[in-house]
């Protein structure tokens, strides 16, 4: 059984920094990770994806937050800097395995305050 747990949320004054991670367990043949946010009554949207060591992300944090992978440790990273008002929101973690399956895990709240 796959399992995604992420971590590292939390509060933090807009300039500041967070660094969120997220451990997969389980056997699962990988074709993309990412992670994505929702922010209260708001769709969730896509933050940033990994494949094959290529990196993609949304505008709106491009240049400030950096997707990351360490297979050995079985963790994905998002490392974000620069944090703003609008970057409030519940981070999950996303991981499609190369069969087509979605996994997510149970999110984690990121809080930045004006």
């Known amino acids: 059984q796959v399992q995604l747990v992420e971590s590292g949320g939390g509060l933090v004054q807009a300039g500041g920094s967070l660094s969120l991670s997220c451990v997969v367990s389980?056997?699962?043949?990988?074709?993309?990770m990412g992670w994505y946010r929702q922010a209260p009554g708001k769709q969730r949207e896509l933050v940033a994806v990994?494949?094959?060591?290529?990196?993609n992300y949304a505008d709106s944090v491009k240049g400030r937050f950096t997707i990351s992978r360490n297979n050995v440790k079985n963790t994905m990273y998002l490392q974000m800097n620069s944090l703003k008002p609008e970057d409030t929101g519940v981070y999950y973690c996303?991981?499609?395995?190369?069969?087509?399956?979605?996994?997510w895990g149970q999110g984690t709240q990121v809080t930045v305050s004006s």
């Open positions: 389980g056997t699962v043949r990988i074709n993309r």
């Open positions: 990994i494949s094959l060591g290529i990196t």
């Open positions: 996303n991981l499609q395995s190369y069969y087509g399956a979605d996994y």
